[in-house]
């Protein structure tokens, strides 16, 4: 699999426009219990970098803990229905939770060999984590915190994703160039399907009918069929497809292909590749704005970020950030971008400005903040902090 490996200066703002956005825009009143973090695993320093977004009433931006966790920490995961995150310690071969409230690791479970992905259903209640050394995915009972079982796949399972139902987990083997489908109920695959070559990342749609699965070996993603089981179609894309990106509303995926410099988008309802777009040097992760208008792209090989308008179908910036970024966030307001740079150890903020009149410079570099080494992943967790917590 390709694994690409606190004091914060504020940058001034440039221009009277942009200090005019930052004092005179209308900011929501989030209140004082409401709380926003970013939480980054650092592979080489055996932590999780925990960043304030808490606007307050812009971020500040710091780091505000440095948690100890598993040996190489790479998957970071929040659950949607508590205040947890999860960290996937591929060397330990364990997870580690965090208690988001007070930031601080309340229990560690243990899986099987080198695991690298944890998916968490959308009820809250259990973990998806393929081990890519044992062949298997760990079944994990996110409430009493214990393993409920471990279900033999492929070879060298890269990622275990569960379906929004909740009904399936589709796993990339990388190894043996098959997709294995288990059956949640009965935790036991229902089917394993060929033709996928050294399958990688998987993007489920929201009715859980279809999933999508990148065949980094053969270019191409492999379009699923949840409901019968069976591939509906191989489509061609560019070289080394290695992340998918589902647009919200689900009608389109973007493909980052790693070694063709482009991004493809597939029409997700006849499963036809719309077209492919240049995007800048060996694109690695990809992230779309809520309303699916401005996808961002991190360029691996080139140190930036672009940023590729959808609606009129072009790169409208290109921003310099640190050394090999690759993982992305936004914020929750998006009018900021969490760039991973995975070689110099920090986190490029990139600043949206909003104006009534075209800008050019409406994306800025803000900051840059030093974080751990070899920054891997990255989640954005916004909760209110609840009354026992707060005592």
């Not at 699916?292 to 691996?300: A, E, G, I, T």
């Amino acid at each position: 699999m390709r694994k690409f490996l606190l004091t914060v200066f504020l940058l001034p703002i440039a221009t009277a426009a942009g200090w005019w956005y930052f004092h005179q825009r209308t900011l929501p009143d989030y209140g004082p219990a409401y709380r926003e973090y970013a939480y980054i695993s650092n592979g080489g320093s055996n932590t999780v970098s925990v960043l304030d977004l808490t606007p307050t009433p812009i971020p500040s931006f710091n780091v505000i803990k440095t948690i100890a966790v598993g040996s190489n920490p790479t998957g970071v995961t929040a659950n949607s229905r508590k205040n947890e995150i999860y960290v996937v310690n591929t060397v330990s071969n364990n997870v580690s939770v965090i208690d988001a409230e007070r930031n601080q690791v309340v229990a560690t479970i243990g899986v099987q060999g080198k695991p690298y992905f944890i998916d968490v259903s959308l009820d809250g209640k259990r973990g998806y984590v393929a081990n890519s050394g044992s062949a298997n995915v760990s079944v994990i009972d996110l409430e009493k915190r214990v393993v409920l079982g471990n279900v033999r796949v492929g070879t060298s399972p890269g990622l275990a994703r569960v379906s929004p139902d909740g009904k399936t987990v589709v796993v990339s083997n990388r190894a043996d160039n098959t997709i294995s489908l288990i059956d949640t109920s009965r935790l036991v695959v229902r089917t394993t399907l060929p033709g996928c070559q050294q399958a990688e990342d998987i993007a489920i749609m929201a009715d859980s009918t279809k999933a999508f699965v990148a065949c980094t070996g053969a270019g191409q993603v492999a379009a699923i069929d949840l409901k019968n089981d069976r591939v509906l179609a191989l489509l061609d894309v560019g070289r080394t497809p290695v992340h998918l990106a589902l647009k919200p509303d689900g009608g389109e995926l973007i493909v980052c292909n790693f070694d063709s410099n482009s991004v493809s988008i597939i029409e997700t309802n006849n499963n036809e590749v719309g077209g492919s777009y240049l995007i800048g040097t060996k694109p690695a992760r990809a992230v779309l704005s809520a309303d699916s208008s401005r996808l961002y792209v991190s360029n691996f090989a080139s140190n930036t970020v672009a940023v590729y308008d959808i609606d009129n179908g072009k790169v409208i910036a290109s921003i310099s950030v640190g050394s090999r970024p690759d993982g992305l966030a936004l914020s929750n307001s998006e009018d900021y971008l969490l760039v991973l740079n995975s070689q110099s150890g920090d986190v490029a903020v990139v600043q949206k400005r909003k104006s009534t009149r075209l800008d050019p410079n409406e994306y800025s570099l803000l900051t840059m903040i030093p974080v751990g080494v070899q920054p891997n992943n990255v989640v954005v967790k916004s909760f209110l902090v609840t009354r026992s917590a707060e005592k």
